[in-house]
């Protein structure tokens, strides 16, 4: 299904294709009519589906109808981490690009200045507020943002916040919510809390599932576990060793492809880069060298990781681990195509290594680990590297565990009565913990949160 096929608003369907994106995914095309229809829905996805439009689209379709009100804030959207907020505000200004609707990002580690464009893009009344769950309870304790004519709410990648201890976040925040709403709940898994929650917050959803595609059987997938400096003596061994050409090497920025470019173009490779600073006509030079095989190792972001149509690259190196589990099936997808073999060789350094895990979960697959080269030396022992992992979050549960303990018992029942936060992951980090001699008033978040 096309996006012109859908009922959107014409400004709407202008963006999408100013865009590039013409065909709908799974996820898309089955969640999109439903939400339309002002239906709840749960969908089961992975990351990198889709599902960011799928949820965004319709949203502003509905605003579109003019019958929501323009001095309140009309939609919530939860998001586990400020990366992920600043993703969704990003895909948010270009899908409302011809609309005239308005978002704020809210999310903690940020200085006073970013605090007060928050606070004054929801005293003003921004349509759609994408936060973090800590930073939003922070603004609701001091007053600083109304939910009371919220029309839609959404929680993306909701199974993370739930990991992350944001169950007890989410539903204050929900309080504060009208009961009429239409609620849009997205998850990569559906654990017993996820369904719990589900039914206190969703009114007869629609539940859509997509199993997410694996790679092709033709492909031989390996890795090297490594340190950073280690990445680029690795790749000289390969091509060296090898003499590969038809050769794809993803990585995850586009600054880390043009440093990258020009540490091969050193060492007498012949290769070009492709990254989203280059214009179209550029973007079309540098394919056509690629395809006419006068260039052998092209270094790109994810810009070409779908789509791309070239049937005989022979090899995929994943410079970079990909966080989304999708992308990493869309990088090795571009070899072994029209029946043929190839290799796809992913780097993994040590904070890396949980997302390598999860890809290895998702696919099913137990992904062979190469040796580094023995003059570049000795790399991090994965299982050295889980054993430190895990006896981390032990401690860190020990001293939670500790802290609790310490609590008099009426600053716990306090705390409980206000929906005190509880700690927030590493991307939204609460609010300073108060003195155990002396009890302080709520402030305002410092710069430092």
């Known amino acids: ?9 014409s400004r709407i369907v202008e963006a999408i294709d100013i865009m590039r994106f013409t065909e709908c995914t799974p996820i898309q095309e089955q969640s999109i009519p439903p939400l339309l229809e002002g239906r709840d829905l749960i969908g089961i996805a992975q990351t990198g589906t889709g599902k960011t439009a799928a949820y965004l689209l319709p949203v502003l379709n509905r605003l579109c109808s003019g019958e929501y009100p323009k001095d309140a804030i009309n939609c919530i959207i939860m998001s586990p981490t400020r990366e992920l907020a600043q993703q969704i505000d990003q895909a948010m200004e270009g899908f409302s690009y011809y609309v005239p609707f308005s978002s704020v990002a809210v999310y903690g580690g940020n200085d006073g200045i970013r605090y007060e464009q928050e606070l004054k893009g929801m005293q003003l009344g921004a349509d759609v507020i994408i936060a973090t769950p800590g930073r ?93 400096h280690q990445k680029i003596g690795i790749l000289t061994h390969l091509f060296k060793e090898r003499e590969m050409k038809r050769v794809l090497v993803f990585a995850s920025s586009k600054q880390s492809v043009k440093e990258l470019g020009l540490t091969l173009r050193k060492k007498h490779i012949n290769v070009q880069e492709m990254h989203s600073d280059l214009d179209q006509k550029q973007r079309d030079e540098v394919m056509r060298s690629f395809k006419a095989g006068h260039t052998d190792v092209l270094v790109a972001t994810d810009i070409i990781s779908r789509g791309i149509d070239i049937d005989d690259i022979e090899t995929v190196i994943n410079f970079d681990v990909p966080h989304d589990v999708e992308d990493y099936v869309h990088r090795i997808g571009r070899t072994a195509r029209a029946n043929r073999n190839g290799a796809a060789i992913t780097l993994v350094n040590n904070k890396d290594l949980f997302y390598f895990n999860k890809i290895e979960k998702t696919i099913e697959k137990s992904i062979p680990l190469n040796e580094i080269p023995a003059e570049l030396g000795t790399g991090p022992s994965p299982t050295k590297l889980e054993e430190k992992k895990s006896g981390r979050s032990k401690n860190r549960r020990r001293s939670n565990s500790k802290r609790r303990s310490k609590q008099p018992a009426n600053a716990q029942a306090s705390a409980s009565k206000q929906g005190k936060e509880k700690p927030a992951g590493a991307h939204d980090k609460p609010t300073n913990r108060p003195s155990r001699n002396r009890r302080r008033r709520p402030k305002k978040p410092t710069t430092t949160e």
Not at 1 to 9: A, E, G, K, P, T
Not at 177 to 183: A, D, E, G, S, V
Not at 194 to 200: C, G, V
């Open 136 to 228: 939003l309870i922070s603004h609701l304790k001091l007053g600083n943002v109304d939910l009371s004519r919220v029309s839609f709410f959404i929680l993306d990648e909701a199974d993370r916040m739930l990991d992350m201890g944001f169950f007890d976040d989410i539903m204050k925040i929900v309080s504060y919510l009208p009961k009429k709403r239409q609620t849009i709940m997205f998850s990569a898994t559906m654990p017993p809390e996820i369904q719990k929650m589900a039914n206190s917050i969703l009114d007869n959803p629609v539940e859509i599932k997509i199993a997410i595609s694996k790679p092709a059987e033709k492909i031989n997938q390996s890795a090297y576990i490594c340190y950073d």
């Open 1 to 9: 299904m096309n996006f012109s096929d859908l009922q959107l608003d």
